[in-house]
């Protein structure tokens, strides 16, 4: 039954279709071909499946076909049941007649003899060819036709039509389709039972030795065809499954195993789709042949088609010793490029689904690099090893595929000498490119052995041989190519022992073939074994051989591409790059690597980018492509250091700087994000203040292999907190030198405003190259989206402070100085955590008030307990701590630098001053209100400083300084008592008006004119009480005794001395931290040079000479005895009273006007009336009067009450009662009714 | 134990977090290059595959020649992707289970840097002795 086989392959391809017999009996055919063909093919039609299932075919193709046809005829019975798939499904009878008799006659009993076939499904068309207005002849038809259905059809089946050509009946033509389609329908299912049947049969009798797969297959595939023609395409599929399943398992039983085919010619060339399109061959597999034909479902077929390939290669490889060499690579080859012509021509874009169609392309794809990787293991074995690029993918894909195992490897024929000598050279000649950069990695293996080894081994006639004899037939076997990698050690060293004997080369036979002959005798080998013409020409030569490997390659990742297998596309486009790198299309080629290096790259797969990487620059430079050049050096030095050596590293710096420092045609940013990063220092954040500079240390981490020069940097300060503003660069000043890995650098920073900033972006030049990063950490992730939400917050690296008081400066003494005596003035420098280092402090003294420039200032530590620690009473040179720390130092252009020490102390400068006050101060008697106020004010001076500090004295402090300066005594006096004699006893009053003791040492009193000194008339009370210690803030009495003296002559002694000057000699000793002291003595001559210490007070005093001759006496009337509320209105009473007659002014009403005037304390009181007035008092003596004014207390307590004066009146004439300031009460408000409770 | 094994961690932006040849063969220098290309080619099958399925072990996805690669998928998209030429199905989804346990420690430290490198040499040890135990 094998014998059929190729008539089999014939038949399929001429009935791929539907055949309906017609049975012309009236020769009537040509006259109805026309209206029955276009019918063709059917529309829809409805067929059972195989599980009897109704199926709607749209489009069933069929053919009429004539019996008397010779296609239709001379068939062996036997050929018919097995090749039923092509005969007739139904058959047409065309008849005509037009006379009962002669239908009774001769029609019947030949139709009888046509339709008693029952195998056949028949029907019956019946033409009637009579015209239309002929009605006989209508009749005669009609009656006929009458007749040959009664005798034709039966109750079961209508199996007659009729054709009216003359007026041919809408109807007819749908009821000979239904009538064509149940026999189609029948005939099919009747078939199908019968494969079925046969097939059953067999498949039982599957395990006899006599079984025949062939016959199997025959049926199997006749009944999978006859679907295929009647479209009914699930189930042809089906049955192609069932077959395969089957066939390979008959392949893979090993009882089974019998000579394998495939050793006549033609026999590599598998051709799995399109028989119909190619002159047919086929693998005979024992008894066996396979091949599918489909006509429209494509994906499903390549899929099939794949694993089949897969599966019969792997048959192949069983067998494989049986077979021409390469025979299983030569097949795959031929199937996988039959199904790629057969599909791609079938499919077009868009017809399928998406998800599909990418199926479609993957599939493509998977076929196109399995037809790849074989074909290149054909180019290496002939030698075009050194033109497969070494990459990661075609290393993968051949180091892991073992060598073609024939039973004996394809020696070297006879004649091939010339052959072997060209390939020698080839492989002299042929040294592997250099690669750029100077790179030195082993390349990657194309071979998962030794080719050399595997061959000889495989050698039947090679029986022994020094393996070391093999390399030595090669020079440079070990440098010059890759694929000669040496063996491992071990085995070289194990071998070496075991063949050691020498000798027995001679014979050309037995000695192990050199690698050139290998090639040739590959070569010669697969000649024999390929058929295919095109095949073998693309093995032919390199060129041939490039070609077809880059088609193969295009193909496969054209189809990856579109499949969205974009690693997989991706990657062949690098083996396409690599192929267009070689033949100097670098332009192509940049394009491809960069898609690939992109992919690696976003990816982050290292290892694969720096295999393609190196490629892509060089293209680059080659290109002239500076930027994209410079990018790739980047790149490659910013991949991880391991990947390559330091000398390689080195070299892409090298480039990176040459370009650097060339002159670029376009010079643009690079990104050295990768290589340089930087960071903030460790420890805690550079803090400033508002207004300082400083200097920010970054960490620079640089990934150069080498030192690197970068001739500026500057780096941007973001503020966090101010969004507003754009970042501030920061530069350095020189160029920097990077050495590799952690470097630590210092920027000058000016002031800023106060916020916090982190470090933005590093900017830079290396030679005319700007460059930038953005990376802050080591180690972080390459910059992708995705990854800044796990983006560390970046950590400030610098803080400014917002304004505040840096230094603080302050009157040291709160308390009077001494008036004009040069005074220390103390100001406390208080830094604020803030270092004051080289600060300069201008003075400027107010007016009234002068430096005594002629003395060192003088600085000292601040001690706050200083204060606390003072005692009045020691010297203030005990308290002094000018043995502990003062410091002298002197005015320069009214401006003093305060010494590094008390940059961060608090200290006290003591600036010698002298406030001067002109005038004397002026004794008051005892008892009167002295307004304290104005002697306050009078005391006051101010001093204005100016503090210059901070880093660069770009900070100032200014503040005026207020100094209270002071007599040493108030002054008062009073008359004591009144002697009989006429002595007064004058009481002057001292007050001590600092916070020093006072020692007075003598006191004297120069008085006025009319008042004279008692006693010895020196002026002096007794000397005995001196010295006298006056406490600070207390009193102390002198008493002088003076009588009244004649007034001397108006006119000289009245200018000579109007007033009294008490003078006092005294000494102070009080501590400057305190207030007054010791006045800066010009020359320190030493404490006990008491004289130079006495120091003079003078006050003046008003001596009034007493009352003598009282004209007017008022007198305060008592008050209420309800006494004062505040708020109450009181009247106030004075009496006057003329105690003499006025004598001079004698007026004719005798009547004088008095004027008044009441004299309060506003806070006190309120008046209500006149304050000031007249009153008209008689001149006569003894005249009194009552003054009334109605006040109103403000205040609650002891309050003066007001006062009445007489400012016409002479005081020495006006007698006063009481004589003296009294007090009187003032209770507090009443409560107010409105907010008593009542009870 | 398998011949070869070589272990990959890809995270979710499809860049290699881990890698260890953890296989008994002395590993070849250029093997490192061979396998990252199979296992990164790989990655398209499991992008098509990830999706269709809500198995997190997904065996055998991708053949080449002899080494088959198996891959465990996170549910942070996170591979654990093992190419490996031995069959042994339970001890390779027992490897990825105890492998996803560790990673999900590493996860909480908060030191590491979720879609980094992992550098802990007690995460590489560890990786490894559950290599010899399960593969």
Partial sequence: MASFLPQFQSIKTTFDHVVLA??????????????????????????????????????????????????????????????????????????????????????????????????????????????????????????????????????????CCKLDINAPDANFWDDLETKIMECIRNTLDRRIQFYEEEIRKLSEQRFMPVWNFCNFFILKESLAFMFEIAHLHEDALREYDELELCYLETVNMVGKQREFGGVEQGDDQATLLGPARKPLTQIVHDDSFREFEFGSIYLPVKQRGYSFIISFSKALTLHESMLPFC????????????????????????????????????????IYTLCRTKFMRLGYLIGYGSDIERSPVNSASLSMLPWPKPAVWPSLPSNASSEVLAKEKMILQDSPRPKHFGIQRKPLPLEPSVLLREANRRRASLSAGNMSELFDGRPNANDSSGPLSPLPKVNSVSMSRTFSSPGNFEGSIDRPMRLAEIYVAAEHALRNTISDVKLWESLSSIEEFEQKYLDLSKGAANNYHRSWWKRHGVVLDGEIAAVYHKHENYDFAANLYEKVCALYAGEGWENLLAEVLPNLAECQKIQNDQAGYLSSCVRLLSLDKGLFLTKERQAFQSEVVRLAHSEMEHPVPLDVSSLITFSGNQGPLLELCDGDPGTLSVTLWSEFPDDITLESLSLTLTATNNTDEGAKAIKSTEAIVLRPGRNIITLP?????????????LTGQIGQLRFRSHSFSKGGPADSDDFLSYEKPTRPILKVANPRSLVDLAAAVSSALLMNESQWVGIIVRPLNYSLKGAVLHIDAGPGLRIEERHHFEIEKHEVGTQNMTNLDNPPENL?????????????????????????????????????????????????????????????????????????????????????????????????????????????ILQSQVKASLAISDAWLDLQDGFAHAGKGDGRPASSFFPLIVSPKSKAGILFSIYLAEAPAKDEAKELQPVSILNIKYTISGSRNLGAHTPVAEELTGPDNDKAEYLTFRSELVLQRPVLDPCLAVGFLSLPSSGLRVGQLVTMKWRVERLKALEEKVASDNLDEVLYEVNINPENWMIAGRKRGYVSLSTKQGSRIEISILCLPLVAGYVRPPQLGLPNVDEANISCNPPGPHLVCVLPPPLSSSYCVPA | MANTACFMIVSKNDIPIYEAEV????????????????????????????????????????????????????????????????????????????????????????????????TSSHFDTKVRALARKYL
Avoid at chain 1, 880 to 890: I, W
Avoid at chain 2, 50 to 68: E, G, P, Q
Wanted: aromatic share 10%; hydrophobic share 40%.
């Fill in chain 1, 880 to 988: 002094s701590p000018v043995s502990t720390g003062v410091k002298q130092l002197t005015l320069e252009d009214g401006k003093i630098k305060l010494p590094d020490w008390t940059s961060n102390i608090t200290s006290v400068l003591w600036i010698p001053l002298r406030a001067v006050s002109d005038g004397l101060a002026k004794g008051t008697p005892a008892g009167t209100v002295v307004p304290q106020r104005q002697s306050v004010v009078d005391g006051l001076r101010t001093i204005a400083l100016k503090l210059d500090f901070g880093v660069s004295h770009n900070q100032t402090f200014e503040k005026t300084i207020a100094v209270h300066f002071t007599d040493p005594f108030h002054v008062s006096i009073r008359v004591a008592d009144k002697c009989n004699d006429g002595t007064l006893l004058l009481q002057v």
């Fill in chain 2, 23 to 118: 296989g008994t063969v002395p590993k070849k220098e250029d093997a490192a290059h061979q396998h990252q290309f199979i296992l990164h080619a790989a990655l398209d099958i499991v992008q098509d595959m990830a999706w269709t399925t809500s198995a997190m072990f997904l065996k055998a996805i991708d053949r080449f020649n002899d080494l088959v690669v198996s891959v465990y998928i996170k549910v942070i998209h996170t591979r654990l992707m093992l190419l490996h030429d031995s069959r042994n199905d339970d001890g390779i989804k027992s490897f990825f289970q105890e492998v996803h346990e560790l990673y999900i420690k590493t996860l909480l430290n908060p030191l590491y840097l979720p879609g980094s490198r992992i």
């Fill in chain 1, 22 to 159: 017609v049975e012309d009996v009236s020769d009537l055919w040509p006259m109805v071909k026309k209206g029955f063909e276009e019918r063709l093919p059917f529309k829809r039609a409805f067929l059972n499946n195989k599980t009897r299932n109704p199926v709607l075919v749209d489009e069933l193709p069929a053919e009429f076909i004539l019996t008397t046809d010779a296609r239709l005829r001379s068939r062996f019975p036997q050929e018919q049941s097995l090749f039923w798939f092509r005969e007739p499904y139904a058959t047409i009878v065309l008849v005509t007649c037009e006379d009962l008799d002669e239908f009774k006659n001769i029609l019947k009993p030949r139709l009888k003899l046509i339709v008693q076939n029952d195998e056949r499904e028949w029907f019956i068309v019946f033409v009637s060819k009579a015209p239309a207005h002929n009605d006989q002849a209508t009749k005669m038809a009609k009656k006929v036709y009458a007749k040959l259905e009664v005798d034709f059809s039966s109750k079961k089946r209508e199996r």
């Fill in chain 1, 327 to 366: 025979m299983r690579e030569v097949w795959v080859i031929t199937a996988c490029l039959a199904l790629i012509d057969a599909t791609a021509s079938h499919y077009k874009d868009g017809l399928a689904a998406p998800d599909v169609e990418k199926e479609f392309y993957r599939v493509q794809g998977e």
């Fill in chain 1, 749 to 761: 920073l000016p002031p800023q405003k106060p916020g916090s900033y982190v470090l933005g972006v």
